[in-house]
Structures are given as structure tokens and as C-alpha cells.
């Protein structure tokens, strides 16, 4: 397990490293003068790049890294946080880097990132005891979809069917599960299929009969309906389980809680623009999104599916209720553990409690 985190940890700190040397071999044109350099000196160099770049910030602004799983609707608040000035308003200069779940708990352990989005492999991570913690959720519900068949027109119909999820007993699965169970159809009478997480090959899999059903994004179900398929129905509305979570080093918590809060208040009011201003908050990042050839009309429609899934007013902290839920479905079920998990080993939301309460006194505050 040690080596696999510092093997990891070299990964992540080489694509940090690779990243400002390529934009800067390809500003200067200097490609072919580096070709066939040694690799030390090359490191040298992109080591000074860095250092230009840090140098060259702002004087009061607090260089930081958010870690995201996938550039999608999913974080399109990040994006508009940047691109709004959000997280510059609290005196930050926020770097958006796309880096999935496992490798960005490790660019956390090893400082090259400061908030990661995959949250829930950030927590099961804790559990098996890296020092990180949960401290900010986007949203209350989950904000799957499923989607079926024309010729499925209710859970009932599930019955003997293939449905596509991520893999066999995770949190996609379960949900769809206890979806069709409340249909009458027991999990015993639905055969799963594992497909990954592309949603196209899972829409593909039901066009070509592969599959009957799928559980996909609120962008896939644009392209899904678009396909001709059916909305069998928003699982975020079978019970509050908040989703999209965000964690943090334990170091973080103790040594910089000011620096969280900052970071909180700009991440929640990208969260706030996305769900109040779902069209200005497309156009601010659609260059950011990884969408494939999707049109902004369909983006737009994508983001008004996910935004079923934000509660009202200040979103961020989680409900008891919610929170049992997370530790069931998306830490418990996935890691085969019977043993109740207390709450606090593995989340510290005292920090987005205290925005939530903050943002909330200064809606109230009278406009002099």
C-alpha cells in the first residue's frame, strides 16, 4: 500500500512538473532545441517555470489547486467559481486540475493539490486511514438517472431485464435496486451489466438491445432522450444522500481552517450562480467542459436535470438523515463493512456550517 501511494505521488507530482514545461516549450518554439536534452536538466528547467509562475502571482492572492474527477456538469460550479472571480473575491488564485478520484487523495497527501471532488474515494480512503476528511457536499440528492427502453414504461416492467450500471454492487447499483424494488421487482430478478462510467456506451448498449436500462448523468439524459429513450425516473428523489463530495488533508483542517472557509464561500456561490443563472453559468465555463460535440442548448438542458438535485438556499451542509445515507450507500455497501461508522472519522463540516450560516446572515442583511 506504501509503495502504491509514492508511486502515486511520483505520478502526480511528474504531471505537475510536464505540464508548465510543455506550455512553455510550446510559447517559446523551442521544441526542437530541448529534443534529446537530459532528463535532469529538463527538470531544471521546468522547475523554473514554476517558480516564474508562483513569483509571478498576485501579491495577495493565495495560490491554490481544486482537484476535479471529470470536467462535466458535475463541476461546472468550480469552473464558474473561477471564471466568475468567485474564489478571487476570498483571496484566492484557484488552479482547476482534472485528476480522478485515488490520484487526487494522493496529490492531496502530498500537498500538490488542496481540495479534491472525489470525495467519496477520499473517504474510503480514510476509513483504511489516510488523514483526510470530507468537508463540503454539493449536493443533497444523487443526480443519477434512469433511463430505459421505449417499451419499459415503469419500475414494474424491470423484470427479468439488463440493466447497465458502473459495476455490480455500487452505489449506481444499489440505488437502481432499491428503485425497482419499490416496483414490486425483487434484485434476484434483474440481471446487472458492468459498463463502466461512459454514459454513450451505456445509451449504446440499449439501442442495440445489449441492455433494457441505464443509469446515467443529467448530461447523458439529455443525449439519452435525444436518442429516443425514456426517463424512467431522477433516483435523487428515493431519499436525501448527499452526493459530490469534497475532502481535504487532516493538515489542512488544523492548520488553515480560515483558508477553507474562503474556499468554501467561493465554491458555494459558483453553486448558487449555477442553480439561479443556469444559462450565464454555461456560457462562463462551456469552454472548461469535456462534453463531446453537445450543443449549448443541450449543456443548458443538462445542467437544469442536475440542478433537481441542489436544495434551496445555501447549499453545502448535509442533513443527519443524508449523512446516514453517504455512509451507508457510498462508503459501507462499496467496502462490504457491517460495523456502524461514526460520522466525524471520516467528515469535519463544522468549517461549511459556519459559511452556510454566514452566507445565510448576509442574505438577510437590509441593501443600504
Not at 16 to 42: D, E, H, K, N, S
Not at 73 to 96: H, P, W
Amino acid at each position: 500500500m506504501r509503495l502504491q501511494n509514492a508511486l502515486q505521488s511520483i505520478l502526480v507530482r511528474f504531471h505537475f512538473v510536464c505540464l508548465p514545461l510543455r506550455r512553455g516549450i510550446a510559447r517559446m518554439g523551442a521544441a526542437r532545441i530541448l529534443a534529446g536534452t537530459p532528463a535532469f536538466i529538463l527538470s531544471v528547467f521546468a522547475l523554473s517555470l514554476i517558480l516564474a509562475t508562483i513569483a509571478a502571482a498576485p501579491g495577495h492572492a493565495e495560490k491554490i489547486r481544486t482537484a476535479i474527477p471529470q470536467a462535466n456538469l458535475n463541476y461546472l460550479s468550480i469552473f464558474v467559481a473561477d471564471a466568475r472571480g468567485f474564489f478571487k473575491d476570498e483571496g484566492l488564485d484557484n488552479e482547476t486540475v482534472v485528476i480522478s478520484g485515488p490520484l487526487a487523495t494522493a496529490a492531496l497527501l502530498s500537498g500538490d493539490v488542496d481540495y479534491s471532488g472525489g470525495g467519496g474515494s477520499g473517504m474510503r480512503a480514510a476509513l483504511k486511514g489516510a488523514p483526510v476528511k470530507g468537508i463540503y457536499f454539493q449536493t443533497e440528492k444523487v443526480t443519477f438517472y434512469l433511463v430505459a427502453d421505449p417499451s419499459i414504461k415503469s419500475a414494474a416492467d424491470l423484470r427479468g431485464k439488463r440493466i447497465a450500471v458502473g459495476s455490480p454492487g455500487d452505489t449506481q447499483d444499489r440505488i437502481m435496486t432499491m428503485f425497482a424494488e419499490r416496483g414490486g421487482v425483487s434484485a434476484r430478478e434483474i440481471t446487472r451489466i458492468s459498463m463502466g462510467s461512459d454514459t454513450n456506451t451505456r445509451i449504446m448498449a440499449i439501442k442495440s438491445g445489449a441492455a433494457h436500462a441505464a443509469i446515467v448523468d443529467p448530461g447523458g439524459l439529455v443525449f439519452a432522450q435525444r436518442e429516443g429513450l425514456l426517463s424512467l425516473g431522477f433516483m435523487g428523489d428515493l431519499f436525501p444522500m448527499p452526493f459530490q463530495g469534497f475532502v481535504t488533508s487532516e493538515r489542512t483542517i488544523r492548520e488553515q481552517p480560515a483558508q477553507i472557509k474562503r474556499w468554501l464561500k467561493g465554491a458555494i456561490r459558483g453553486l448558487m450562480f449555477v442553480r439561479e443563472r443556469p444559462e450565464d453559468a454555461v456560457d462562463s465555463a462551456i469552454k472548461r467542459l469535456q462534453l463531446g460535440k453537445a450543443s449549448r442548448a443541450m449543456i443548458v438542458e443538462g445542467v437544469r436535470n442536475y440542478i433537481r438535485a441542489l436544495p434551496q438556499g445555501v447549499p453545502g451542509m448535509p442533513s443527519a438523515e443524508g449523512i446516514k445515507n453517504f455512509l451507508e450507500y457510498d462508503i459501507k455497501i462499496p467496502l462490504g463493512i457491517k460495523e456502524d461508522i461514526a460520522p466525524d472519522r471520516l467528515l469535519h463540516l463544522q468549517l461549511v456550517d459556519e459559511v452556510k450560516k454566514e452566507l445565510e446572515s448576509a442574505q438577510r442583511r437590509p441593501v443600504k
